[in-house]
Nanobody
Framework: VQLVESGGGLVQAGGSLRLSCAASGSTFSINTMGWYRRAPGKQRELVATITSGDDSTDYADSVKGRFTISRDGAKNTMYLQMNSLKPEDTAVYYC???????????????WGQGTQVAVSS
């Protein structure tokens, strides 16, 4: 599975951005996808996840009500709509996918290269 993020950039506080994560390869084996972020000097943290089967979602408390995760199965693409952005949302955002490796029958975690989001005050 290969993951490529896009859509990052610089935005003023209160603005919006939409991140995309295009998956390719053995996408049929993906169970869960998610967005993580790493702010300067901080550890990577979970932002949101979405499950392939029923599109159930989960969010970090810090983004609830502002961010929306979604996916388009036909396009093998996941999105993160980010509204009401705050300076503390500034980070590198990473796309993540957990997929079952058929040969080992064990899950494997794939990561994208990351996309920078900067929110100015």
């Amino acid at each position: 599975v290969q993951l490529v993020e896009s859509g990052g950039g610089l935005v003023q506080a209160g603005g919006s951005l939409r991140l995309s994560c295009a998956a390719s390869g053995s996408t049929f084996s993906i169970n869960t996808m998610g967005w993580y972020r790493r702010a300067p000097g901080k550890q990577r943290e979970l932002v949101a996840t979405i499950t392939s089967g029923d599109d159930s979602t989960d969010y970090a408390d810090s983004v609830k009500g502002r961010f929306t995760i979604s996916r388009d199965g036909a396009k093998n693409t996941m999105y993160l709509q980010m509204n009401s952005l705050k300076p503390e949302d500034t980070a590198v955002y990473y796309c993540n996918a957990v997929a079952l490796v058929l040969a080992t029958r064990k899950p494997y975690v794939y990561w994208g290269q990351g996309t920078q989001v900067a929110v100015s005050s």
